[in-house]
């Protein structure tokens, strides 16, 4: 019994000292802790974020914790916005349209091109097929003006321009782009209310300004939350020449790159829309690299005299052009970027040590 009684005081006394220890700081926490105590006022597109309101604020500070929690793709956001964002922001300015509206590229696909969804939608503003072919672009077997940052850009300013007539609101015009009118419209009559953040929506569009709104914050301020990026670290745009040619019929891209001087994978690169190894007949504005251009024309020319069509040689079946490469096939976007709900418990060390969390950046 004694040596019982010994035992047990040993145990509390050494349970004692480690709760009198001090706890260690854990850096990493207080960070992201410091840095979602948010203060207002805050707006999309000119239109008030109700953070004073408590559920409001709890979800936008979720979103902050997610993106923040994940350092690695915010760096890749800022990276990539570099090459990608002067376009957006120069379309959206020439046709009167809230600058905020290019953070939605941002959170529908990290500013990827060949990103894609379950859903099937694809490029920078992951249009699925009926609603890109509704606002003008090219999606076929061989050509998916989806990829394009030029193409899509217009197309998902047509259909903002589009939301924000039948909404009033560049809030709800968000909300209608991310789960479609259709529904957003059937959910305002139903709940009678059209104020965004009283509707009971999908989960995913629920999420979803407060996402838009988190990659504001901390891209248009990196150096607030921690991100010191050099001008050097950031993506520079694409330079190129853009040219006219016409395909009497399907042309491989090696011709064209040869003609341009360059190679097969650098046309592929600056003309992401082209989905397989070769342009359909027709005529076609492509991109080749800086100073190229010069003699483009009758180089072109040139190899288009000496072409022998690849259907008449048998080296590969028409049939067989108009499918995708294996790597065609469009990018998976993690689930926490495509604004799943159960993503909510992300933790930093999970994000340290599984670099599965970080493939699909």
């Given at each position: 019994?004694?040596?019982?009684?010994?035992?047990?005081?040993?145990?509390?006394?050494?349970?004692?000292?480690?709760?009198?220890?001090?706890?260690?700081?854990?850096?990493?926490?207080?960070?992201?802790?410091?840095?979602?105590?948010?203060?207002?006022?805050?707006?999309?597109?000119?239109?008030?974020?109700?953070?004073?309101?408590?559920?409001?604020?709890?979800?936008?500070?979720?979103?902050?914790?997610?993106?923040?929690?994940?350092?690695?793709?915010?760096?890749?956001?800022?990276?990539?916005?570099?090459?990608?964002?002067?376009?957006?922001?120069?379309?959206?300015?020439?046709?009167?349209?809230?600058?905020?509206?290019?953070?939605?590229?941002?959170?529908?696909?990290?500013?990827?091109?060949?990103?894609?969804?379950?859903?099937?939608?694809?490029?920078?503003?992951?249009?699925?097929?009926?609603?890109?072919?509704?606002?003008?672009?090219n999606i076929s077997s061989e050509i998916d003006e989806r990829r394009s940052i030029f193409t899509s850009t217009i197309a998902a300013i047509r259909y903002f321009k589009k939301l924000y007539d039948d909404f009033g609101s560049w809030t709800l015009a968000a909300a209608g782009y991310n789960m479609g009118e259709a529904g957003l419209k059937n959910n305002i009559a139903f709940q009678e209310t059209n104020d965004y953040y009283r509707l009971y929506l999908p989960l995913e569009t629920q999420r979803y300004i407060f996402r838009i709104v988190a990659a504001k914050l901390i891209l248009s301020d990196p150096k607030k939350y921690g991100f010191h990026l050099e001008r050097d670290d950031l993506y520079a745009p694409a330079d190129f020449d853009r040219v006219q040619i016409e395909c009497p019929e399907d042309m491989p891209v090696t011709v064209i790159a040869k003609a341009a001087n360059t190679y097969f994978k650098t046309i592929k690169d600056l003309n992401p829309e082209i989905r397989g190894k070769a342009m359909p007949g027709g005529s076609h504005s492509i991109?080749?690299?800086?100073?190229?251009?010069?003699?483009?024309?009758?180089?072109?020319?040139?190899?288009?005299?000496?072409?022998t069509p690849v259907a008449s040689q048998q080296e590969i079946r028409p049939a067989q052009l108009a499918q995708p490469e294996p790597d065609d096939q469009p990018i998976k976007i993690k689930k926490e970027n495509r604004a799943k709900a159960k993503k909510a418990a992300l933790m930093p060390d999970i994000l340290r040590k599984n670099p599965k969390s970080r493939q699909n950046h």
């Open positions: 019994m004694k040596n019982i009684i010994i035992v047990l005081c040993g145990i509390l006394l050494t349970t004692s000292a480690a709760f009198a220890e001090p706890v260690k700081d854990n850096a990493f926490a207080s960070y992201l802790l410091s840095n979602t105590r948010i203060t207002g006022p805050l707006d999309f597109c000119g239109e008030k974020v109700p953070i004073d309101d408590p559920e409001i604020r709890e979800n936008l500070e979720k979103e902050m914790l997610l993106f923040l929690g994940d350092p690695a793709q915010v760096i890749l956001w800022l990276k990539r916005a570099s090459r990608y964002m002067p376009y957006i922001e120069r379309m959206l300015k020439q046709n009167n349209m809230p600058d905020d509206l290019k953070y939605v590229a941002v959170i529908e696909s990290s500013l990827l091109p060949h990103a894609g969804s379950v859903k099937h939608a694809i490029g920078f503003w992951q249009f699925i097929q009926e609603t890109g072919q509704r606002y003008g672009m991109l080749i690299p800086k100073g190229s251009g010069d003699g483009f024309a009758s180089r072109y020319a040139n190899l288009l005299s000496q072409f």
